[in-house]
């Protein structure tokens, strides 16, 4: 398993957690979200932006 594996793992983990805490809170809090389907996951998405960090750009 290479890097970026590894940080696409723990950022999956920790998205299982979070995000349905963070869900719950805008529940309660009344902020309007949009719900628009995504075809990649906010994992997927973290891990680009990370790797794209990790490049130096």
Known sequence: MNNL???????D???????PA???HLIFSG???R???SHLSVS???TIVIAFY???Y
Not at 13 to 19: A, C, G, N, W
Request: aromatic letters at 14%; hydrophobic letters at 40%.
């Open 54 to 56: 990790q490049l130096g």
């Open 44 to 46: 997927k998405v973290m």
């Open 13 to 19: 983990d920790s998205y299982q957690t979070f995000l």
């Open 22 to 24: 963070w869900k719950k």
């Open 5 to 11: 594996d590894a940080v696409f793992v723990d950022i």
């Open 35 to 37: 719900n628009k389907p």
């Open 31 to 33: 902020m309007k979200q």
